[in-house]
Nanobody, 123 residues
Framework: QVQLVESGGGPVQAGGSLRLSCTASGRAFSGYAMGWFRQAPGKGREFVAA????????YYTPSVKGRFTISRDNAKATLYLQMDSLKPEDTAVYSCAANIEGLSLSESDYDYWGQGTQVTVSS
């Protein structure tokens, strides 16, 4: 079992920045590829970014590439999502997830999920 807890969400104006954190406990964090997903009101969950175990590989959905940066600190068992140049369309509940099988863009491949943190971007 891996327990994941997100933090760092909140209200922000368009053009602003936020850094989300996802702290893991339980099984070894360093053995899991990690991802961030988001769900906007009335929409399904969508992939945002993912990072490999060693941080060598990262993937981003096109709408956030160049604005968001995913990173991890295995020693602190923490995943991050730096979000810059935020837009109102980034408003969503952001959740982190862990995947023992490796890097994936598909939510069905992820084994463990956090409860999510709300990000609200006002124009």
């Amino acid at each position: 079992q891996v327990q994941l807890v997100e933090s760092g969400g909140g209200p922000v104006q368009a053009g602003g920045s936020l850094r989300l954190s996802c702290t893991a406990s339980g099984r070894a964090f360093s053995g899991y590829a990690m991802g961030w997903f988001r769900q906007a009101p009335g929409k399904g969950r969508e992939f945002v970014a993912a990072i490999s175990v060693s941080s060598i590989r990262t993937y981003y959905t096109p709408s956030v590439k160049g604005r968001f940066t995913i990173s991890r600190d295995n020693a602190k068992a923490t995943l991050y999502l730096q979000m810059d140049s935020l837009k109102p369309e980034d408003t969503a509940v952001y959740s982190c997830a862990a995947n023992i099988e490796g890097l994936s863009l598909s939510e069905s491949d992820y084994d463990y999920w956090g409860q999510g943190t709300q990000v609200t971007v006002s124009s």
